[in-house]
């Protein structure tokens, strides 16, 4: 008989989140059985948390790493997203000009089945699940993030990629009328499109995931809305956000801060805290809303999980 032993962030598929509750779990604990809340307590007290009303439907994570969550707060508040700005704090209010009705994710190359899809559509082919990860940005902070989507591998086992196809390309929408430092051309922060990429073995990790919200609500637009990648044990940069199109390819593809800073960011940009940045250290890591640093985790503490796709590689030099 095989026995499959559930890895430590995988949840139970019975435990489906109601639509028409959204459970906040420390307080909800402290109000007791939320069968016995009324309605209107459970109003309140999304309101005093400052929590978005749920409208998805998902599996909860059980959290069995027992991770303390950020505040919605603290997660929609403070973003690197430089189609915007690179002020992180102004990004939330500078957000609105973000276009996400009608959203099309074009799925091309190395690939059986490639695609232009609805984002509504391509959604509706999945189980949505909640993924309770860490994220550690390559600045030096960090938070706990509850993201809601699918995993990655789902949509590759669906476009059926080609023997040949050992990448993945992503690619942010073009779109001045949406992100306002893309009108600014030669003064622009970064090269647009902005470009992430994945080995393919990396994205058919279990870990690899699709996020279309967050807290059960669909993704914030400062947070990379209508869809972004969430890889957890690499550093923020790589989790590209407001996804347009998905490539599959024979070759690496070059990353956008790979292009601008070769010397400061590499491909893979695993979390590794033997591994300095060039200009200040990756030992430890503040976590949004703490006023000491706690130490970083090697793979962001996904280490079991991912570190055989690296076996043999020398991690100072692909970093």
């Not at 509750?21 to 005093?48: C, D, H, P, W, Y």
């Amino acid at each position: 008989m095989n026995i499959i032993k559930k890895k430590s962030w995988q949840i139970n598929e019975n435990l489906v989140t109601p639509k028409e509750l959204f459970e906040k779990r420390r307080n909800f604990i402290k109000l007791g059985a939320a069968a016995f809340v009324s309605t209107g307590s459970i109003m309140q007290l999304l309101a005093n948390e400052k929590l978005p009303v749920q409208t998805l439907k998902y599996i909860k994570d059980e959290n069995k790493n027992n991770l303390k969550l950020n505040s919605y707060e603290q997660i929609t508040s403070h973003n690197n997203f430089y189609e915007f700005t690179t002020n992180q704090s102004a990004v939330k209010h500078m957000a609105h000009t973000l276009k996400t009705e009608d959203w099309k994710i074009k799925i091309d190359g190395l690939v059986e089945n490639p695609m232009e899809i609805d984002l509504d559509d391509l959604t509706k082919m999945f189980q949505l699940e909640e993924r309770i990860y860490r994220f550690r940005c390559v600045e030096g902070w960090s938070m706990v993030v509850p993201w809601n989507g699918f995993s990655l591998s789902s949509l590759i086992k669906k476009v059926k990629p080609l023997s040949n196809a050992k990448y993945l390309k992503f690619e942010t929408l073009v779109d001045s009328n949406s992100f306002p430092d893309q009108k600014s051309k030669m003064f622009a922060a970064l090269d647009y499109p902005y470009v992430e990429g994945l080995r393919i073995d990396e994205a058919m990790n279990d870990l690899s995931f699709l996020a279309i919200g967050l807290y059960g609500e669909n993704l914030p637009k400062q947070n990379g809305a209508p869809i972004r990648l969430v890889v957890p044990w690499k550093y923020g940069f790589k989790s590209i956000k407001s996804i347009v199109k998905i490539s599959f390819l024979e070759n690496e593809p070059l990353n956008t801060w790979q292009k601008m800073a070769s010397n400061e960011y590499g491909f893979y940009a695993n979390v590794n805290p033997n591994v300095d940045h060039s200009r200040w250290s990756q030992k430890k890591e503040r976590v949004l809303g703490s006023f000491l640093k706690q130490n970083t985790l090697m793979f962001n503490g996904y280490e079991n999980e991912v570190a055989s796709l690296y076996a043999g590689m020398d991690l100072r030099k692909n970093f």
